[in-house]
């Protein structure tokens, strides 16, 4: 398994960026996929996930109504739309994915997911 992110830079504030991850080895329909960030100093959070199997998603409070999640099965990508970009935003963000056929392991907590990418990093502006 393979995941690769992109789309990371520097927005300022008010704005939008969408991340992509690229994956190789991931199932959409039988894995949960998530997007997690971490800033200097702090630990890795979880932002939003995607159960693959009953499409139901979980959101953090702090994203919740302003980043979204999406895959596109034909290019194997995961998308994290995200708008109305705050500073506390600026993190490094990691794409996620773990096997879940009965989508019981999507979820926003650390060390649920077994395969990670490099992560892209955002940085907002004022």
């Known amino acids: 398994v393979q995941l690769v992110e992109s789309g990371g830079g520097l927005v300022q504030a008010g704005g939008s960026l969408r991340l992509s991850c690229a994956t190789s080895g991931v199932t959409f329909h039988d894995h949960a996929v998530a997007w997690f960030r971490q800033a200097p100093g702090k630990e890795r959070e979880g932002v939003i996930c995607?159960?693959?199997?009953?499409?139901?998603?979980f959101y953090a409070d702090s994203v919740r109504h302003r980043f979204t999640i999406s895959v596109d099965n034909a290019k194997n990508t995961v998308y994290l739309q995200m708008n109305s970009l705050k500073l506390e935003d600026k993190a490094v963000y990691y794409c996620?994915?773990?096997?879940?056929?009965?989508?019981?392991?999507?979820?926003?907590?650390?060390?649920?997911?077994?395969?990670w990418g490099q992560g892209t990093q955002v940085t907002v502006s004022s």
């Open positions: 995607l159960s693959g199997s009953d499409g139901v998603k």
């Open positions: 996620e994915a773990t096997p879940d056929p009965w989508g019981v392991r999507a979820g926003l907590g650390a060390g649920e997911y077994d395969y």
